[in-house]
């Protein structure tokens, strides 16, 4: 079945640390997106990539930093600029002249 | 800047009832627009999107939603709700000029009672 995968569901780190979210998508859809979910605010928009080799930095990108060198795959890079970074994260996928999105079931991520 | 505000946080529903949830956006230009439904435990998934034409637009699982342009409204409607209907449910909005930018509201709780 065609769908996105996000891993890890559960991460760790510690304060100070950069980590890496993974995203993959067998959709064949050009555009990915990540967004943060925090409860009571919907979800954010951090960066989106509508083509291999090019991404736009969302609403609130400072501190992440993203990748898009395969169609397939979209990780997102939680740095330690991030000054709130525990969250929830979605990735998302569509196609072109589609904006519906197919998400992820996201990972959850806890800096201590 | 475009943006969504959905009117209600959480909403308690006894089964059977009818529910309709409040969205406004505030954006000038022509809209695509959608609600994602979000069950305990599952992925966001869509629930119905509307990109032209017939204002009233029909979802999976009895919903509805209808575009009112002049009120800058996207309500969801169900008329007799069940209880696995107990989800969050979100409102999102993409602009012509959004590119591939779609901003979502807060998001409302709803919670139907056997």
């Known amino acids: 079945d065609g769908g996105i995968t996000q891993s890890p569901k559960y991460l760790f780190r510690k304060e100070g640390q950069n980590v890496t979210l993974s995203c993959e998508q067998n959709?064949?859809?050009?555009?990915m997106y990540w967004y943060r979910q925090d409860p009571g605010q919907g979800l954010r928009l951090i960066y989106y990539s509508q083509i291999v080799n090019d991404f736009q930095k969302g609403d609130i990108a400072e501190g992440y930093s993203v990748s898009r060198e395969k169609k397939e795959s979209f990780p997102l890079t939680v740095t330690s600029a991030q000054k709130n970074p525990t969250a929830f994260y979605l990735c998302?996928?569509?196609?072109?002249?589609?904006?519906?999105?197919?998400f992820g079931s996201g990972t959850r991520l806890t800096v201590v | 800047a475009q943006s969504v505000s959905q009117h209600n946080h959480h909403v308690i529903l006894s089964e059977a009832a009818s529910l309709e949830l409040g969205c406004n956006y505030s954006y000038g230009g022509t809209v695509n627009l959608f609600w994602y439904v979000q069950y305990p435990g599952q992925h966001l998934q869509l629930l119905l999107k509307?990109?032209?034409?017939?204002?009233l637009v029909k979802g999976i699982k009895g919903f509805e939603a209808e575009f009112i342009k002049s009120k800058f409204s996207f309500n969801l409607r169900k008329p007799s709700v069940q209880w696995s209907d107990t989800a969050e449910y979100f409102c999102a909005v993409n602009g012509n000029t959004g590119g591939f930018k779609t901003i979502f509201g807060a998001g409302t709780r709803l919670f139907v009672k056997a």
């Open positions: 509307y990109f032209s034409g017939d204002p």
């Open positions: 959709l064949n859809h050009d555009a």
């Open positions: 998302a996928s569509s196609t072109t002249g589609d904006y519906g999105y197919t």
